[in-house]
């Protein structure tokens, strides 16, 4: 073989014996093939078969099995964010004149993404209330082919009854599709609850560390396991190894993490629930949470993200006391080992549903800082609003 072929083929080098704990990046696109009768009947090698780099590498599909296992389902598929999982679950099973039920608290951008393409391809959206069994009874009909859940809700963290839900969809033909991103598959196994389909934004506490987007979508039946591939192979999309390898390395820790981040989150919100500036703290684990005892019931754990409803006084200088914060970061997104602090507006995410507390709700994320750190920085924060709203009364020295 001459020199410049041997620059271009990649040689056989033994494996045997190589046996290692991570798993490999296997990165790819073109696969090839034995020979010509083994290309013409690739078609054959069926959904975890080997056809091209967009359909799975071994990296990928080390991802998938993992989520598969932890979900309880059949098969997994990865794309390019938490939003995709979404949108690609949604589209890959709804047709013009179909109808999708949205839960009213689910992530915004699926709202839009709902409203505005959705709806451009013929899909009626509507939306029905989290917590009320009778609104989603009451709106759906032969015509409905998915109800969306997040439970808990984004932001606002109502729990849904995932098995009465289920049964009422199944009763009319509807599938089931629940956003699992703020349980994980640890904490919430939605397709042994009655979901048919769970998505996860992996870029929250799977990954774990704010470096990477992807998302999963994990089915629990085979005959939902062709139209999603063959929906993700005709938009082509499909995730880079390297992105995958950064989620499985984040995914080993994602236990100690998660437990971490539950401790974390009990502490800071013993410190600030009877704060007189705290009108409310949203988390399920709470005895007084409205969704408590559905929370207990169908879920194993919490996470480290819950949400802080100041009183009316306080609220509105929220958004000012956020930059006396130093160990806490200000941004969306969370499940990172960075604490985050996001400032989320609510109202006009509601269309089925009345929220009547304050419209701005703090949604706060705890990573993996000390938590004396985290407590300074709470307490200094809230002795900021406590001065904004009443400065005659702190007087300096002076
Ligand atoms: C963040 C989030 C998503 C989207 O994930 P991205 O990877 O950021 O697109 C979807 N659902 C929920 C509940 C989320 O919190």
């Given at each position: 073989?001459?020199?410049?072929?041997?620059?271009?083929?990649?040689?056989?080098?033994?494996?045997?014996?190589?046996?290692?704990?991570g798993a490999a990046t296997y990165r790819g696109s073109?696969?090839?093939?034995?020979?010509?009768?083994?290309?013409?009947?690739?078609?054959?090698?069926?959904?975890?078969?080997?056809?091209?780099g967009l359909?799975g590498t071994p990296t990928t599909r080390t991802l998938e099995?993992k989520l598969?296992?932890?979900?309880?389902?059949?098969?997994t598929f990865l794309v390019p964010s938490g939003q995709a999982s979404?949108?690609?679950?949604?589209?890959?099973?709804?047709?013009?004149?179909?109808?999708?039920?949205?839960?009213?608290?689910?992530?915004?951008?699926?709202?839009?993404?709902?409203?505005?393409?959705?709806?451009?391809?013929?899909?009626?959206?509507?939306?029905?209330?989290?917590?009320?069994?009778?609104?989603?009874?009451?709106?759906?009909?032969?015509?409905?082919?998915?109800?969306?859940?997040?439970?808990?809700?984004?932001?606002?963290?109502?729990?849904?009854?995932?098995?009465?839900?289920?049964?009422?969809?199944?009763?009319?033909?509807?599938?089931?599709?629940?956003?699992?991103?703020?349980?994980?598959?640890?904490?919430?196994?939605?397709?042994?609850?009655?979901?048919?389909?769970?998505?996860e934004a992996l870029t929250k506490y799977v990954s774990g560390h704010s470096d990477v987007l992807m998302g999963s979508i994990?089915?629990?039946?085979?005959?939902?396991?062709?139209?999603?591939?063959?929906?993700l192979?005709?938009?082509?999309i499909g995730v880079s190894p390297d992105d995958a390898t950064l989620v499985l390395r984040g995914m080993e820790?994602?236990?100690?993490?998660?437990?971490?981040?539950?401790?974390?989150?009990?502490?800071?919100?013993?410190?600030?629930?009877?704060?007189?500036?705290?009108?409310?703290?949203?988390?399920?684990?709470?005895?007084?949470?409205?969704?408590?005892?559905?929370?207990?019931?169908?879920?194993?754990?919490?996470?480290?993200?819950?949400?802080?409803?100041?009183?009316?006084?306080?609220?509105?200088?929220?958004?000012?006391?956020?930059?006396?914060?130093?160990?806490?970061?200000?941004?969306?997104s969370?499940g990172g080992?960075?604490?985050?602090?996001?400032?989320?507006?609510?109202?006009?995410?509601?269309?089925?549903?009345?929220?009547?507390?304050?419209?701005?709700?703090?949604?706060?994320?705890?990573?993996?800082?000390?938590?004396?750190?985290?407590?300074?920085?709470?307490?200094?924060?809230?002795?900021?609003?406590?001065?904004?709203?009443?400065?005659?009364?702190?007087?300096?020295?002076?």
């Amino acid at each position: 073989m001459k020199d410049l072929t041997q620059c271009v083929i990649t040689p056989d080098v033994d494996m045997d014996g190589f046996e290692t704990l991570g798993a490999a990046t296997y990165r790819g696109s073109t696969i090839v093939f034995k020979n010509a009768e083994a290309y013409r009947t690739r078609g054959e090698r069926g959904h975890q078969g080997y056809t091209y780099g967009l359909y799975g590498t071994p990296t990928t599909r080390t991802l998938e099995a993992k989520l598969t296992a932890l979900e309880m389902g059949v098969r997994t598929f990865l794309v390019p964010s938490g939003q995709a999982s979404n949108s690609v679950a949604m589209l890959s099973f709804l047709s013009t004149g179909d109808r999708i039920l949205i839960a009213d608290n689910s992530y915004p951008p699926v709202r839009d993404f709902a409203n505005r393409d959705l709806a451009r391809f013929g899909i009626e959206v509507a939306y029905y209330d989290p917590v009320a069994i009778d609104d989603l009874e009451r709106q759906i009909d032969g015509r409905t082919k998915i109800v969306w859940c997040e439970s808990p809700g984004s932001t606002t963290m109502e729990i849904q009854d995932l098995p009465r839900i289920a049964q009422i969809a199944h009763r009319h033909g509807a599938l089931v599709g629940c956003d699992n991103t703020w349980a994980t598959p640890l904490n919430y196994k939605p397709l042994t609850l009655g979901a048919d389909i769970v998505t996860e934004a992996l870029t929250k506490y799977v990954s774990g560390h704010s470096d990477v987007l992807m998302g999963s979508i994990t089915v629990r039946a085979e005959e939902h396991i062709v139209p999603l591939r063959a929906t993700l192979g005709r938009l082509g999309i499909g995730v880079s190894p390297d992105d995958a390898t950064l989620v499985l390395r984040g995914m080993e820790t994602l236990g100690v993490r998660l437990r971490h981040a539950a401790e974390g989150a009990a502490e800071i919100i013993a410190l600030i629930q009877h704060h007189p500036l705290v009108e409310q703290v949203l988390y399920p684990s709470l005895l007084d949470f409205p969704g408590h005892d559905i929370w207990k019931r169908d879920f194993l754990g919490v996470s480290g993200v819950f949400s802080v409803v100041l009183k009316p006084e306080a609220s509105k200088h929220a958004a000012a006391a956020l930059d006396v914060l130093r160990t806490f970061a200000i941004g969306a997104s969370w499940g990172g080992t960075r604490s985050l602090i996001a400032p989320m507006p609510v109202k006009q995410n509601r269309s089925a549903s009345q929220w009547h507390g304050e419209d701005l709700v703090l949604r706060v994320s705890i990573g993996l800082e000390d938590l004396d750190d985290l407590k300074a920085d709470i307490e200094a924060f809230l002795a900021d609003i406590a001065e904004r709203s009443a400065p005659a009364k702190v007087s300096k020295a002076s």
